[in-house]
């Protein structure tokens, strides 16, 4: 058997294991939360189920390649110039990279160290340095994170996180964000299906930003026709909306 053979049979064989172990987690997941058991909703839950994920390979929102907003954010007709970006949950470094690729200068925080670890070897492979800090998002002033960011970006990480957290999330983002910033905010509207209590509303959006001065410009659903989840395009199974939101000035 040729060496690349070998491979594709390997593939072929550890593929659906991976999928089983995904499968398996999501089941256990749905079960526990069935039995209404507490910590469920909790960081330690979703937190371990991140880091399942991470540890199996199975990152399945991982695209590679940063969102077409940003991109026309940051080269498009009206493009913001180069400054400070708070990348949040910013998993292996895709946007982040981007970003400091085209002058920003970048912080990237995620709670997965792996995750971490992925986003510095394509940071050193790509000739760049964005800062990547482990830490948990809801907690942003425990770890220094400092303020002035004019751009702050989150592809899926609020819409996971717990209910019981989002204002504190909410809150340090807005002490970190300068006036006059935008944010581009990235989540699902609430899933038929999760392991964790995932998504969120554009009013949800609307209303918690509102209380800590931001402005919502726009929502809009968005595809993400790229990714694959169980075999399905993921936009059949997740509805994605993108928004856009703008720090007022004090
Ligand atoms: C769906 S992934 C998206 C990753 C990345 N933004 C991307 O688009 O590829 C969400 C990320 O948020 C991170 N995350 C979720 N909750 C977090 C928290 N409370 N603190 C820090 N990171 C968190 C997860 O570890 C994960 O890497």
Known sequence: MT???AGGRRRRLVAPLLAGLGAGLVATAVLLRRRGEA???GPRWYGFVYRTFYLLGLRVWDRGTPAPELVELVEGSSSVPPGRALDIGCGTGT??????E??????????VPRALAIARRKAATAGVSPRFVQGDVTRLRDFGIGDGYILLLDFGCFHTIPPDQR??????????????STFLLFGFRPPRLAPMRAGVTTEEV????HDHGWELVSAERKSIDEIEVAGKPADELFELWGYALRRLPV
Request: hydrophobic share 40%.
């Open 3 to 5: 060496r690349k053979a």
């Open 39 to 41: 910590w469920v909703e």
């Open 95 to 100: 946007e982040s990279i981007y970003l400091a």
């Open 102 to 111: 085209h002058g920003w200068d970048v912080t990237g925080v995620d709670m």
């Open 167 to 180: 204002d504190a999330y909410v809150e340090g983002v807005s002490q970190a964000a300068a006036p006059g």
């Open 206 to 209: 609307r209303e918690r930003f």
